[in-house]
């Protein structure tokens, strides 16, 4: 038996979720035993996440969409997060990451917990860091103890996988900020463990003490979200040293935890011009031995605020056609705002849009299945079948609505080409 099913909570939810894998990735159940074994693929699921539907994540299955939402100090209501929480599932999102910087946030999370079947995810730093900034200390000051024990808990009480900026050295943290970035540091828990070793003079403690957060992935079959606290932040910081260190620390990370049976992913970047998406990718996947990466668009320009969920579904499009396995979304209040539920929704959207167009691209089974199938209604002028294949039959179902009645669309009525043509 490999190290990963010696792991009882790894082993409990394959066993309980594998006929069901298998059956909606077309994949044989050796072939994700393999796949996990290899540290190809991840299987999100922490036995203590109750009703819980395990996720894949990692090639050759399909490519997964994550939703990002949580309160602020500016906007916090626990009840409308719940409510976005129902929006990113319905739009088709296959995991959401509670982000939550404000209000009670073990309740929030358990809250979450509750109410959804998919994978629950979080930066666990965010709430160490509250307490600091909630009595007026600086970040600066917290504990490194303080965050394991923050760790533990939340993978006590369900959590499935957590970002953890484990990667992120003294000196690269040095370079970040030494005014050869157009943006520095970017990511809010890079920023943080960044300022407490430059306060410090100190190593990073998740770097140093790396294998206690091993120990409790083990425990409880948390996957490690290897954060990329150095992603770039503009376009022009794409592929800098500062961003490579961390990267080649992360695949260094990666090899250990597995070798002692936890499940790693690897986050990527961030804003990248559009000419350096695949190499990016590539050398990312090179340099981590191919574990599911995680990429947060690539947003392809930096000046798109209000549409930056477009921005990086062409990333993403490109991203997944060179190696991305994760997709998290961006919203139209990137940049701007706390995202609404029609924020959610468009973001959900546009990166399912682009996993489609990526996966259609690299010609999986499954993805051109739903070309073929939209390809053959509209030939037939079925609109049924158009639902059936179309991303979303819900806004499908409400443009056409005023002209339902109609067997042509409202855009060419009696000139409908293939109307004209078969008739």
């Given at each position: 038996?490999?190290?990963?099913?010696?792991?009882?909570?790894?082993?409990?939810?394959?066993?309980?979720?594998?006929?069901?894998?298998?059956?909606?990735?077309?994949?044989?159940?050796?072939?994700?035993?393999?796949?996990?074994?290899?540290?190809?693929?991840?299987?999100?699921?922490?036995?203590?996440?109750?009703?819980?539907?395990?996720?894949?994540?990692?090639?050759?299955?399909?490519?997964?969409?994550?939703?990002?939402?949580?309160?602020?100090?500016?906007?916090?209501?626990?009840?409308?997060?719940?409510?976005?929480?129902?929006?990113?599932?319905?739009?088709?999102?296959?995991?959401?990451?509670?982000?939550?910087?404000?209000?009670?946030?073990?309740?929030?999370?358990?809250?979450?917990?509750?109410?959804?079947?998919?994978?629950?995810?979080?930066?666990?730093?965010?709430?160490?860091?509250?307490?600091?900034?909630?009595?007026?200390?600086?970040?600066?000051?917290?504990?490194?103890?303080?965050?394991?024990?923050?760790?533990?808990?939340?993978?006590?009480?369900?959590?499935?996988?957590?970002?953890?900026?484990?990667?992120?050295?003294?000196?690269?943290?040095?370079?970040?900020?030494?005014?050869?970035?157009?943006?520095?540091?970017?990511?809010?828990?890079?920023?943080?463990?960044?300022?407490?070793?430059?306060?410090?003079?100190?190593?990073?403690?998740?770097?140093?003490?790396?294998?206690?957060?091993?120990?409790?992935?083990?425990?409880?079959?948390?996957?490690?979200?290897?954060?990329?606290?150095?992603?770039?932040?503009?376009?022009?910081?794409?592929?800098?040293?500062?961003?490579?260190?961390?990267?080649?620390?992360?695949?260094?990370?990666?090899?250990?935890?597995?070798?002692?049976?936890?499940?790693?992913?690897?986050?990527?970047?961030?804003?990248?011009?559009?000419?350096?998406?695949?190499?990016?990718?590539?050398?990312?996947?090179r340099l981590t031995d191919n574990a599911p990466?995680?990429?947060?668009g690539p947003l392809t320009t930096d000046v798109?605020?209000?549409?930056?969920?477009?921005?990086?579904?062409?990333?993403?499009?490109?991203?997944?056609?060179?190696?991305?396995?994760?997709?998290?979304?961006?919203?139209?209040?990137?940049?701007?705002?706390?995202?609404?539920?029609?924020?959610?929704?468009?973001?959900?959207?546009?990166?399912?849009?682009?996993?489609?167009?990526?996966?259609?691209?690299?010609?999986?089974?499954?993805?051109?299945?739903?070309?073929?199938?939209?390809?053959?209604?509209?030939?037939?002028?079925?609109?049924?079948?158009?639902?059936?294949?179309?991303?979303?039959?819900?806004?499908?179902?409400e443009r056409r609505r005023p002209h339902r009645?109609?067997?042509?669309?409202?855009?060419?009525?009696?000139?409908?080409?293939?109307?004209?043509?078969?008739?």
């Open positions: 038996m490999s190290v990963f099913f010696k792991n009882s909570a790894l082993a409990k939810v394959f066993e309980s979720g594998i006929a069901a894998l298998s059956s909606e990735e077309n994949l044989l159940p050796e072939a994700i035993r393999a796949g996990i074994e290899a540290g190809t693929m991840v299987l999100l699921g922490n036995p203590a996440h109750k009703n819980l539907k395990p996720v894949l994540i990692g090639s050759p299955s399909r490519v997964k969409i994550n939703a990002n939402i949580g309160t602020s100090p500016l906007l916090n209501c626990a009840q409308t997060e719940m409510e976005k929480l129902s929006v990113a599932l319905q739009a088709g999102a296959d995991t959401v990451m509670d982000l939550s910087i404000a209000g009670d946030l073990d309740a929030i999370r358990d809250g979450m917990l509750n109410l959804c079947p998919s994978p629950l995810g979080t930066v666990p730093i965010y709430a160490t860091a509250q307490t600091y900034l909630d009595a007026e200390r600086d970040p600066c000051d917290i504990d490194p103890e303080e965050l394991f024990a923050e760790v533990e808990k939340q993978a006590a009480q369900g959590v499935d996988f957590m970002t953890l900026h484990c990667g992120l050295t003294r000196r690269g943290a040095e370079w970040a900020v030494s005014g050869e970035r157009a943006m520095g540091i970017v990511s809010r828990g890079g920023s943080i463990l960044a300022r407490w070793m430059l306060k410090n003079g100190r190593e990073n403690p998740l770097l140093t003490d790396f294998d206690r957060l091993v120990d409790i992935a083990v425990r409880h079959n948390v996957t490690l979200s290897l954060g990329d606290g150095l992603r770039p932040g503009a376009g022009a910081d794409a592929g800098d040293a500062a961003q490579f260190e961390e990267v080649i620390t992360l695949g260094r990370l990666a090899r250990h935890a597995h070798a002692r049976g936890a499940q790693c992913m690897i986050e990527g970047p961030g804003h990248v011009p559009l000419n350096d998406v695949e190499a990016q990718i590539r050398i990312i996947k990466l995680y990429v947060l798109a605020p209000g549409y930056d969920h477009i921005a990086g579904a062409i990333g993403g499009a490109l991203g997944v056609r060179a190696g991305v396995d994760f997709l998290c979304y961006l919203t139209p209040a990137e940049h701007l705002t706390l995202p609404d539920a029609a924020d959610v929704a468009a973001g959900v959207m546009a990166s399912r849009v682009a996993a489609q167009v990526g996966e259609v691209s690299l010609g999986r089974p499954q993805a051109l299945k739903r070309e073929a199938v939209m390809a053959t209604g509209r030939s037939a002028l079925d609109w049924d079948l158009m639902r059936q294949a179309c991303l979303d039959p819900k806004t499908l179902e009645e109609e067997e042509v669309c409202a855009m060419c009525g009696k000139f409908c080409a293939v109307k004209m043509l078969r008739d």
